[in-house]
């Protein structure tokens, strides 16, 4: 059983930061593509930014320049670190993991961004 726990939520004003990190816990697996999605309120889910295994990223044109995706393949972690905040990125935020053999996404639970005006 493979579990994606995020931490770093929370609550800043508009031009703030956050740093949010996801971990790997269960079964040793390894992934391929990690990344983030988003989910506003009455919106649908949208990808946010990835990184593959071998270091390939891709963020969406609203957040370059703004957000910072990484990972450490050795700890199965995930970190999206996230400067200027904007209220339109208020969101619940969600990373996920697709495992390197078979492709099947994980999901973690999510953890809400709230970027006050």
């Known amino acids: 059983q493979v579990q994606l726990v995020e931490s770093g939520g929370g609550l800043v004003q508009a031009g703030g930061s956050l740093r949010l990190s996801c971990a790997a816990s269960?079964?040793?697996?390894?992934?391929?593509?990690m990344g983030w999605y988003r989910q506003a309120p009455g919106k649908q889910r949208g990808l946010v930014a990835s990184?593959?295994?071998?270091?390939?990223?891709t963020l969406v044109d609203s957040v370059k320049g703004r957000f910072t995706i990484s990972r450490d393949n050795a700890k199965n972690t995930l970190s999206l670190q996230m400067t200027n905040l904007k209220p339109e990125d208020t969101a619940v935020y969600y990373c996920?993991?697709?495992?390197?053999?078979?492709?099947?996404?994980?999901w973690g639970q999510g953890t809400q961004v709230t970027a006050s005006s």
């Open positions: 990184v593959t295994r071998t270091g390939r990223i």
């Open positions: 996920y993991g697709d495992l390197y053999i078979g492709g099947q996404r994980y």
């Open positions: 269960g079964s040793i697996v390894s992934f391929n593509a």
